[in-house]
């Protein structure tokens, strides 16, 4: 069992993750998938989009995949990413961040913004949150949802993401992503920033971390 930090050397969406502005991103199109596979021998086609709009994140739950844009836009597929529809979203926030869990697929933008949606991606609402700062990630495990951001945000849902609250944390730091393995939650950010938490996310403490570089996501794997 192992973790994977992902290290990312081109400037990621901080400051500029607002939707008025989108010249701050790196080259996008309007695809929801391609790919191309050399390890066996396949490539991947681009799949319709009914969205124009940028894409920033995408979970997967009950044979369902949901992706979420810079304009509070939903997109899903039922269909292993071959089909895609437009989800009745409850925002026109940026989202940044999508994860399932518990029957719950959860979404997180900009201003704080966090919805749910209980009907398997089909409908969203929004919830209360605590906090206005920019939340960039969202994980799950152990019956927990967390999601970060801004300022070394972190909030933390036992309840199928109905209600927050704010988690402690160590850092100051913008956090990018948050994973769940092992029973502990790890969460990465500007400046090599790790963190971990082994109460179920309700508190943190800082890792030693090998790097300066920014780190953009982290992945779990048995």
């Known amino acids: 069992m192992s973790w994977l930090v992902l290290i990312v050397s081109i400037a990621l969406l901080i400051s500029s993750c607002a939707k008025s502005d989108d010249s701050s991103t790196s080259s996008t199109d309007n695809t929801t998938s391609s790919s191309d596979d050399s390890s066996n021998g396949t490539t991947g086609e681009n ?4 969205t124009a709009n940028i ?52 979404a997180v ?23 206005a700062n920019n939340l960039l990630g969202v994980g799950f495990g152990n019956n927990t949802f967390l999601a970060v951001g801004f300022s070394g945000n972190i909030l933390r849902s036992t309840d199928n993401a109905t209600t927050w609250d704010n988690a402690t944390s160590p850092t100051d730091n913008t956090l990018l992503g948050v994973e769940f393995g092992n029973n502990t939650f790890v969460a990465v950010g500007i400046s090599g920033n790790i963190i971990r938490s082994t109460d179920n996310g309700s508190s943190f403490d800082n890792a030693t971390s090998p790097t300066a570089n920014r780190l953009g996501g982290v992945t779990f794997s048995e």
Request: net charge negative; hydrophobic share 30%.
């Open 47 to 50: 799949d319709t989009s009914p």
């Open 55 to 106: 894409l920033y994140g995408v979970g997967f739950g009950n044979n369902t995949f949901v992706a979420a844009d810079n304009n509070g836009n939903i997109v899903r597929s039922t269909d292993n990413g071959t089909t895609w529809d437009n989800a009745t979203s409850p925002t026109d926030n940026t989202l940044l961040g999508v994860e399932f869990g518990n029957n719950t697929f959860v």
């Open 109 to 131: 933008g900009i201003s704080g913004n966090i919805i749910r949606s209980t009907d398997n991606g089909s409908s969203f609402d929004n919830v209360t949150s605590p906090t």
